[in-house]
């Protein structure tokens, strides 16, 4: 694992009510993700980060806030939940901009969150 | 549209035997493709990349090639085992910074 801790792992929350989930890196890493990933559509980009305060929005970022006060740590915000927001949420880290050459996503493992 | 996808959505392999998954990407201009492997209840895991000035890259006991002409890209596992098993993604870069993940193949491996 790249020294990536999600918590927590499995959360489950009723329809209006806030959730936040925590993501925590040791590597330093500037840039952190946060994907969704639901059957049929793969892994989605919701919000990322490119260093302390500097967050900017994915493809489906509709519902979600983060933010961005340590290097270490990327919160995911969902205001109020609904069920579509039901999902496995994955955290990512990389040295560079994800997606340039030998700057690889490392992913945490993942945290299952059913809105009921 | 932007599309990665999976030629097949699951794919069955006897111990010992060599595993090829594939992938086609639709964007000609992707200059950067990353394979990982995704076991049950785990996040996604790096295997291997390839950039687009390459026509193959080889890692241990994998092996990626890509044929840019037919927008081709696929995972070669050597001496599959057990431990294999899981699901295979290919992803694509269109722009820098930017990753287009494909679905996923399942890779079985029977004993």
């Known amino acids: 694992d790249a020294g990536i801790t999600q918590s927590p792992r499995h959360k489950v929350t009723e329809t209006g009510t806030p959730v936040t989930l925590r993501c925590h890196q040791t590597?330093?890493?500037?840039?952190m993700y946060w994907y969704r990933q639901d059957p049929g559509h793969g892994l989605r980009l919701i919000h990322y980060s490119y260093g302390v305060k500097d967050t900017d929005k994915g493809e489906v970022s509709d519902g979600y806030s983060v933010s961005r006060s340590k290097t270490e740590d990327f919160l995911l915000t969902l205001e109020s939940a609904t069920s579509s927001q039901t999902s496995v949420y994955f955290c990512?880290?990389?040295?560079?901009?994800?997606?340039?050459?030998?700057?690889?996503?490392?992913f945490g493992n993942g945290t299952r969150l059913t809105v009921t | 549209g932007e599309s990665v996808g999976l030629h097949l959505p699951t794919l069955s392999v006897q111990e010992g035997d060599n595993s090829i998954i594939n992938c086609a990407y639709s964007n000609s201009a992707s200059d950067y493709f990353i394979w990982y492997k995704q076991e049950s209840g785990k996040g996604p895991q790096f295997i291997i990349d390839?950039?687009?000035?390459?026509d193959k890259r080889q890692g241990q006991r994998v092996t990626v090639l890509l044929n840019k002409t037919v927008k081709h890209l696929s995972l070669q596992i050597a001496a599959t085992q057990p431990g294999d098993s899981a699901v295979y993604f290919c992803a694509e870069t269109p722009i820098p910074g930017k990753l287009i993940f494909g679905q996923g193949t399942t890779l079985q491996v029977k004993p």
């Open positions: 990512a880290i990389s040295e560079s901009a994800g997606g340039s050459y030998n700057s690889p996503l490392h």
């Open positions: 390839i950039r687009s000035n390459m």
């Open positions: 590597e330093n890493h500037r840039y």
